[in-house]
């Protein structure tokens, strides 16, 4: 008999009284066009309520120190597990969180060498990069340490006395500048470039005798011992509690620093005792700093009867790693350097080794970053949880992940307000007959462009080195749509965010992370909209402007105008909840009475883009419409006014930064996949603009996986052939129709097969 989660009559954001069965123990694809009310089901509906569930089962005691949920808006939820979301936040940033730590694999290698290796250190904290008994004491376990950029503090092409001393507190001139202008142990007339070694020597860390320099201060002339600039520097501005320095100081410091592999330990974050022990050889460092899929290799040669089970441990948890496409990392890779894609599949490999059963796994997106070639390890990893007896929920766009469901639930017809229902519910078959965008789209296949553009010029990228780039020059051609292509880990980010963008800086460079701003922020405030709608209200009701913004006196008192509470709990992730003076309005009840054409500022907040578009036609403010149409053109209009921005996803935050820079040309964008939560037929929209950005004199380079976007570009850059050191080179340039016949490249080959 099977289960079913059953929801009735649920009205969260757009959702239209939504009725809904979902089975128990299935994976169940979530599908429909960004802004239908997916996430709104999912997220807000159920994956709310279950945590909302499992709160109360606590004591009273309990319950009152957690976050409070509301209850989502409908009528009944029930049948519902504990869920667990795996999402794409980013994993925690700080320089101690690697990939082995945040998996638990770096405790049992820890294990495995404080037990087998030789000589042993002691327990397993011995090995821990984040214990004092392992961490290497010159950079206390960060493997980095900061030092002065001596490349930008001297100038070697001038003597001391020109001015080869770039930084300014010690230039020529100052006080501190004279002890090198007039040290009598130096030709201060010589460029610093020229000195000897041993002259060098001098000049950074002073004589072992200690010379004696004549300099001339504010009580007159008087000799005083030399200090090398090197010693100097770090005793001013580096061995010391900087927080005593002005902020002008440190700012003007930090221009003067590089971070760099600590010396002590070569990076490798623990001290000598812990890095003499081996086993086979190897140190723990050296293990940390292996490909997986290598790591793999060296733990399965250990053949020791009793190391032998605990690096059997380890290697069913790296072949997880390595199961969801991800070999190519290695343990010490830093969490806050993976994208969101990757950090979402290495949770999963958290969950996959747990034996909990009966859960609902909630997933976004997961198939985001992934090369079509490795989206059926995705799906068998998302079938393996289902198989152990939990529920598989998934928000996904990706054909190839649909196909697998066991149910499709489609939603639409449309976004915001034109959307909110469930347009169709069976199986991925009788989805690619229903008549529903997803089943349209579903069905449809589109060949490679038949006459890509010509390439107005090229910028070049010349012996590109970084991560796994392969000393790689690929010039990328201007004045048309360029895809930059190849599995996960590649090297597409690096060659296109990193070698690309450092060699032509004014790049516009759209990406997905967090828009650095707070809190209050909106699209409103984003887009500049915010000043003229307080200025339209202040002048149709005869108030102030200032009444009208929520960070001032018309601001509700009990949020400070954020119509949201915050709580932040050390063990949880942080909690919102509806400002209950204002009910999420933001503004105190006196402004709220202040209305334009019957609507007060919070309703104009609360209108959809495209609402406001008709609002403001009536008001006849153009320059607010054409930034309102800019959301418009990259398929946002369904965004409200007054949504926090903290609210949108990934593709969202990528596509309103793309609203603010579209009036420009002979400009090269940068786009690192674009199609980030967008449903097939928001795919055609993207499209429509990027070529639009292109017949307006720009250039666009996109980094994607979407077969659409690599059909339709003018140009395709397809790097690997695999990821890590396996990959970084170009495996193919050319036109998306002269791909089809490129050998030796995965992309060529699922394009292939796309074609059919
Ligand atoms: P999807 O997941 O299909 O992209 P969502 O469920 O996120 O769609 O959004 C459905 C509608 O609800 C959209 O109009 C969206 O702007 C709106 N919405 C989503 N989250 C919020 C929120 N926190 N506040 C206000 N509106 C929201
Ligand atoms: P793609 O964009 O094709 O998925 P990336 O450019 O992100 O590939 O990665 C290419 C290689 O560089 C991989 O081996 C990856 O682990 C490595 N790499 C990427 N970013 C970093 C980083 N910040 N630090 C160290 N290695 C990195
Ligand atoms: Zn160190
Ligand atoms: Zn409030």
């Known amino acids: 008999m099977h289960q079913y989660i059953t929801i009735t009559g649920a009205r969260e954001n757009n959702l239209k009284e939504v009725n809904l069965r979902i089975p128990k123990d299935r994976l169940t694809v979530f599908t429909g066009v960004s802004g239908s009310g997916k996430s709104s089901v999912v997220f807000d509906t159920i994956a709310v309520e279950s945590q909302r569930q499992l709160n109360e089962t606590f004591t009273w005691f309990v319950r009152n120190r957690l976050p409070k949920y509301e209850r989502p808006h409908a009528d009944t939820i029930e049948e519902l597990s504990p869920a667990i979301v795996v999402d794409q936040r980013p994993i925690g940033g700080h320089s101690r969180s690697t990939v082995g730590t945040m998996t638990d694999i770096y405790s049992v290698m820890r294990v495995l060498f404080s037990r087998h290796g030789t000589p042993s250190a002691g327990p397993a904290t011995a090995y821990s990069f984040n214990d004092p008994s392992g961490m290497c004491p010159r950079c206390h376990g960060l493997g980095k340490t900061v030092r002065p950029d001596y490349d930008r503090i001297l100038d070697p092409a001038k003597s001391l006395a020109d001015g080869a001393i770039l930084f300014p507190p010690f230039a020529v001139g100052t006080w501190q500048g004279q002890t090198y202008t007039n040290t009598p142990d130096l030709d201060t007339h010589k460029p610093v470039g020229q000195f000897t070694e041993e002259e060098r020597e001098f000049l950074m860390r002073g004589g072992k005798s200690g010379g004696k320099v004549n300099v001339d201060n504010t009580g007159g002339a008087r000799d005083i011992d030399y200090e090398g600039l090197a010693d100097r520097f770090e005793r001013l501005y580096l061995n010391r509690d900087l927080s005593a320095l002005s902020q002008k100081t440190r700012d003007l410091v930090q221009r003067f620093l590089v971070e760099g592999e600590c010396d002590a330990c070569d990076g490798a974050r623990l001290n000598e005792a812990a890095l003499a022990t081996r086993i086979d050889g190897l140190n723990i460092a050296d293990c940390s700093r292996m490909e997986v899929t290598d790591l793999i290799a060296a733990l399965e040669r250990i053949d020791d009867p009793v190391a032998g089970p605990i690096a059997a441990a380890a290697v069913a948890a790296l072949e997880r790693i390595e199961a969801i496409g991800l070999g190519y990392l290695s343990l010490g890779r830093e969490t806050s350097t993976l994208s969101g894609g990757e950090g979402q599949r290495l949770k999963t490999v958290r969950h996959l080794g747990s034996s909990l059963t009966g859960m609902t796994y909630i997933f ?73 965008l997803t089943g349209r789209h579903l069905r449809r296949s589109t060949g490679v462009k038949e006459s890509p553009r010509e390439a107005i010029g090229g910028r070049w990228v010349k012996g590109a080195d970084l991560h796994n780039l392969k000393d790689v020059s690929v010039r990328v051609p201007t004045g048309v749509l360029t895809a930059v292509t190849g599995v996960a880990g590649s090297g597409k980010s690096t060659l296109v965010s990193g070698a690309f963008v450092a060699e032509h800086p004014n790049a516009v460079v759209v990406d997905q992370s967090g828009i650095g701003v707070s809190g209050r922020s909106t699209p409103a405030t984003y887009l500049g909209i915010m000043d003229s709608l307080r200025k339209l209200f202040a002048r149709e009701t005869g108030q102030d402007a200032g009444l009208f913004s929520f960070n001032s006196s018309g601001a509700c008192e009990s949020c400070q105008g954020r119509g949201i509470i915050y709580s932040d709990l050390a063990f949880m992730d942080p909690v919102t909840t509806t400002c209950e003076a204002c009910e999420g309005r933001r503004f105190k009840e006196e402004v709220l009475r202040l209305t334009v054409g019957s609507s007060s500022i919070a309703d104009v907040l609360d209108m959809t883009a495209e609402r406001a578009l008709d609002f403001l036609a009536t008001v006849d403010d153009t320059a607010v419409r054409r930034r309102l149409r800019a959301l418009h053109d990259v398929g946002l209009t369904y965004l409200t006014l007054g949504q926090p921005l903290s609210t949108l996803s990934g593709g969202e935050r990528q596509r309103i930064k793309l609203a603010t820079q579209l009036h420009r040309t002979g400009t090269t964008y940068v786009l690192d996949e674009p199609t980030t939560g967008l449903h097939m037929a928001d795919v055609d929209g993207l499209l429509a603009l990027l070529d639009r950005l292109v017949d307006a004199g720009n250039t666009v380079i996109v980094v994607e996986h979407n077969l659409e976007v690599v059909k339709h570009a003018d140009w395709v850059i397809d790097l690997g052939p695999d990821g890590g050191k396996h990959g970084g080179r170009i495996v193919f340039e050319g036109t998306p129709g002269q791909l089809l016949d490129a050998d030796g490249s995965f992309t060529a080959a699922h394009l292939r097969r796309d074609l059919g």
């Open 364 to 436: 976004d997106e997961p198939s985001v970053g992934l090369h079509p070639r490795d989206v059926s390890r995705l799906n068998d990893l998302l079938l393996r949880l289902r198989d152990k007896g939990n529920t598989v929920l998934v928000v996904e766009h990706d054909p190839d992940v649909i196909a697998v469901a066991d149910h499709v639930v489609d939603m639409g017809p449309t976004a915001g307000t034109g959307g909110g229902l469930v347009v169709f519910e069976g199986t991925p078959d009788e989805l690619r007959r229903a008549d529903t």
